[in-house]
C-alpha cells in the first residue's frame, strides 16, 4: 500500500463539520516531561490501566496514547484535557459523557510507537492501526480468524504480498468491530473485508452502511479507520509535541 496521503498539522480549535471524518497519528516515544504532563491529565481508572503493564515502555506508550487522545479531545470540545469525561460501553468502548453535551465520536489504536485516532461528529468510528511483521504467518491466523471468501482471497495473491494483504485485511475488522462496539461478541469470521481497494463501504446484517478506509500511518505499519454510513470526507492530520503546547496555550483557563 503506498502512502500517499497528505498529513498536516493543526492546531486549536478544531472544528468537525458534517460527513467529516479526522485522523490523527502520534509517535507516542515522547520526553519525560511531555509524558509526564500528559500523565497528569489521565483519570485514576486510566492510571491504573497504566500500572498493569510490566514493560515501562508499554506503560509509556499507553499514557501517550491516553494522554494524547485526551489533549486532541480537549481541542475539539473547547477542554482542558483532564476536565473530559468518558462513559464505557459493554464490550469497553469508551465515549463522552452525556454532560459533554457533543456528537463527537472518537476511537484510538495503537502498535508499537506508533499511535492512531480518529474522531467524526456523529455516527460510530473505529480505528486500527498494526505494525507489518515480516516473515508473519498470515494465513495461519487467517485460517482461524478470516472468512471463507477472504481466505481464499489471500491464498491467490503471490507470496510476496500476502504479508500486506494479511494486515491490510485485519486493520479492516478490527476497525469494524470498534466502530460497532461490540468486542468478540462480533465474530471475524461473520464478515468479509476487501483488500487492495483502499475505500469500500460494508452492510451490517441489518442493513445499516459502514465505510472502511485503509491507510498508511508510516512506513511500515498500515492502519483502517471504520465509520457508520457513507460519503465521509476524510482530512489526515499529525500530532507533535508543538500541537500540544499550542493547545495548551490556547484553551480558556
Known sequence: MGNSLLWVRAAAPLTLTDKELHVWRASLDLPPALLQRLAKTLRANENERAGKFLIAQARERFVAARGILRQLLGMYLGLDPDKIDFRYGPQGKPSLLATHDSNVSFSVSHSQAMGLFAFCGGGEVGVDIEEVKADFKGMQIAS?????????????????????????????????????????????????????????????????????????????????VVAAGEGWSLRYYDWSPAVEIETSASLPK
Open 144 to 224: 482461524h480468524f478470516f472468512s471463507e471468501i477472504e481466505i481464499d482471497k489471500l491464498a491467490r495473491l503471490p507470496p510476496e504480498q500476502v504479508n500486506e494483504a494479511f494486515f491490510e485485511c485485519w486493520t479492516g475488522k478490527e476497525a469494524y468491530v470498534k466502530a460497532r462496539g461490540e468486542g468478540l461478541s462480533l465474530p471475524l469470521r461473520n464478515f468479509s473485508i476487501g483488500f487492495g481497494n483502499g475505500e469500500q463501504v460494508l452492510r451490517d446484517e441489518v442493513g445499516r452502511t459502514w465505510s472502511c478506509y485503509a491507510l498508511e500511518p508510516a512506513p511500515g505499519f498500515t492502519g483502517a
